[in-house]
């Protein structure tokens, strides 16, 4: 016999954004029922962010012993023990989530939690396990899973995903990295500098999230000269052998190459997984390919009591803006049918490679032609850069005509730091000059801002337009 369960707001999925839309569901007074078959812990702690932060941790340790004799200090070069780095990283992984699993050990006590999966029958209706829950509304939190090409989907144990890759208990001897978005830079470069012989793969060229071809050239430049790094390579065929996965490809050098590696390492991207909730017996059908209509301002799932939160809406993927979603998601299901709109923060994101990369506001892509100004500060010669031996990398920084800062681009230095200096002046609507006011310390990095805004005044003083995405012909006034 089923238990039965009548919510106000019905929560799928317990990571970030339903746990945020929980709390901000309850503030309005609704009564909630969250559904998740658990792991839990969220993305972040358990298979993101965190554990990643703990690999590259090691990695830069080693790389900082590798460095050290341009400083005139000589030291024997690092030993790995693999095993030592993966219980590191596992150990402080679960701490991490030990403190969320605390807080789902509280909701379930609070008799607001089931612990299966959730699939929508019909309006106000879900069954998971044997429990039937009605709602009011629905909050869709569930997140995503990795997408792997048709070519990688039968390589058996030696295929890996964020989602496995921390579950070693020791460093491959090498590893093949699809993809170079963040994860794809960030574990690649960290596997490199613990000695695992590591190759990168991409295509289209581009390198993580950037757009602007200038600060793209300079990152493909330097990650190059590291990493066995192919941004735009051609595949002929992939096939699982004995000791792993064996790849023959041509490389972005036009060489062509057959090479056999231990594991693959798959982050050529997520997909959404709203269209396996049952949302169909609704009358709720996807409106274009990977397009379910949700409202980005409200996040309201076309026009129905339902509303997603979280990378599930394949608009903000990323903690903060998860928690976000959560918040806006939560407060509108509570409130349904009236719905508002969230005061969005100013977009940044962080790709923790090394030189890092960040995208604050409108990236390159977003800019419209003729209506922009751009300006740059190459790391290379910045001051304090050299100082460390970190002297790498392109910042550019865009503003409007009449001068207000809308976005830049970075790959550099600390540039985690430089980010949020930039997103906060972008979200205060500065102009350059006011910017320029703003105190710089010397010598540090952040003075490498200071150049890029100067260049960006001169520039704007001289109506010198940025060379954006669209035909300058096809735009009026150009």
């Not at 972040?44 to 990643?52: D, E, F, Y």
């Not at 093949?176 to 060229?205: D, K, M, S, Y």
């Not at 060489?255 to 056999?260: D, K, L, M, P």
């Not at 830049?408 to 997103?423: D, I, Q």
Request: proline share 5%; with cysteine.
């Amino acid at each position: 016999m089923s238990t039965v369960h009548h919510v106000d707001v019905a929560i799928l999925g317990a990571g970030t954004a339903g746990l945020t839309a929980r709390r901000a569901a309850k503030a309005e007074g609704a009564s909630v029922m969250m559904i998740d078959p658990g792991p839990f812990g969220t993305t972040c702690a358990r298979v993101g962010c965190m554990p990643s932060k703990l690999l590259i941790a090691a990695a830069e340790a080693a790389h900082h012993v590798h460095q050290a004799p341009m400083f005139g200090v000589n030291a024997a070069p690092p030993q790995i023990d693999g095993r030592a780095v993966m219980r590191r990283v596992q150990f402080e992984r679960d701490r991490f989530v030990g403190f969320v699993e605390n807080s789902i050990d509280g909701i379930e006590e609070a008799g607001e939690l089931i612990r299966e999966r959730a699939t929508v029958v019909g309006p106000g209706h879900l069954v998971a396990g044997d429990h039937e829950v009605h709602f009011r509304s629905l909050v869709v939190a569930t997140g995503t899973v990795p997408f792997t090409p048709p070519p990688f989907r039968d390589l058996g144990d030696a295929m890996l995903s964020n989602e496995g890759i921390f579950e070693l208990e020791d460093l491959p001897e090498s590893v093949l990295v699809v993809g170079l978005g963040v994860i794809g830079l960030e574990l690649g470069q960290a596997f490199h500098r613990l000695g695992v012989r590591t190759t990168l793969v991409g295509i289209g060229g581009a390198i993580g999230p950037l757009s602007d071809p200038d600060v793209n050239e300079s990152a493909a430049k330097v990650l190059g000269a590291e990493l066995d790094l192919h941004p735009d390579y051609t595949l002929n065929s992939v096939q699982a052998v004995d000791g792993g996965v064996r790849l023959d490809f041509v490389d972005s050098a036009g060489t062509h190459r057959i090479e056999t590696f231990e594991r693959v390492l798959m982050a050529a991207g997520r997909t959404t997984t709203i269209g396996k909730l049952g949302l169909d017996t609704l009358g709720i059908e996807p409106v274009g390919r990977n397009d379910w209509g949700v409202n980005a301002a409200t996040l309201q799932l076309q026009n129905y009591g339902v509303f997603v939160a979280g990378d599930v809406n394949g608009l903000h993927p990323l903690l903060h803006e998860a928690a976000d979603d959560g918040k806006l998601a939560g407060t509108n299901a509570a409130t349904f049918p009236e719905v508002g709109e969230g005061n969005r923060r100013t977009p940044l994101a962080v790709v923790f490679s090394d030189p890092q990369i960040g995208m604050v506001g409108k990236a390159y892509r977003d800019l419209e032609s003729c209506s922009v100004v751009a300006g740059e500060v190459d790391y290379s010669d910045q001051g304090r850069a050299r100082v460390a031996g970190m002297n790498a990398g392109l910042v550019r920084i865009y503003a409007d005509l009449s001068g207000v800062l809308i976005g830049a681009e970075l790959f550099g230095p600390r540039v985690e730091h430089l980010s949020h200096l930039l997103a906060w002046a972008v979200q205060q609507k500065l102009t350059v000059e006011q910017a320029l006011t703003m105190p710089f310390y010397h010598p540090v990095v952040e003075e490498g801002i200071r150049t890029a805004l100067r260049d960006l005044l001169t520039n704007l003083q001289r109506g010198q337009k940025v060379k954006c995405t669209q035909q300058p012909e096809l735009v009026p006034g150009c």
